[in-house]
Nanobody, 119 residues
Framework: QVQLVESGGGLVQAGGSLRLSCAASKSISSINTMGWYRQVSENKRELVATITSSGITNYADSVKARFTISRDNAKNTVFLQMNMLKPEDTAHYYC?????????????WGQGTQVTVSS
């Protein structure tokens, strides 16, 4: 089990920046993949960025070159630095953790944090 708590959301003008944080209740070095997703509609949650325990990152095309995901193992925290924000980045952002042990995969979600970008 792992609890995830997001913070850092808010209201920002287009072109501005925000940094989201996701604090985990256990050592993130034991978590295979952590990431950020955003709810873009009632039924759709899309990938924003992920980072593996070895530091390999992956980004949605829409955020490449604007967003950066990073992890601080000492603080058990994953960050999402969001620059050059656009109104279409407005969404509820969720932190995600995936733990794989042998053939079992467990997925955890935080409660999310709202990001609103005004034009």
């Amino acid at each position: 089990q792992v609890q995830l708590v997001e913070s850092g959301g808010g209201l920002v003008q287009a072109g501005g920046s925000l940094r989201l944080s996701c604090a985990a209740s256990k050592s993130i070095s034991s978590i295979n993949t952590m990431g950020w997703y955003r709810q873009v509609s009632e039924n759709k949650r899309e990938l924003v960025a992920t980072i593996t325990s070895s530091g390999i990152t992956n980004y949605a095309d829409s955020v490449k070159a604007r967003f950066t995901i990073s992890r601080d193992n000492a603080k058990n925290t994953v960050f999402l630095q969001m620059n050059m924000l656009k109104p279409e980045d407005t969404a509820h952002y969720y932190c995600n953790a995936v733990i794989r042990i042998l053939l079992r995969e467990s997925t955890y979600w935080g409660q999310g944090t709202q990001v609103t970008v005004s034009s």
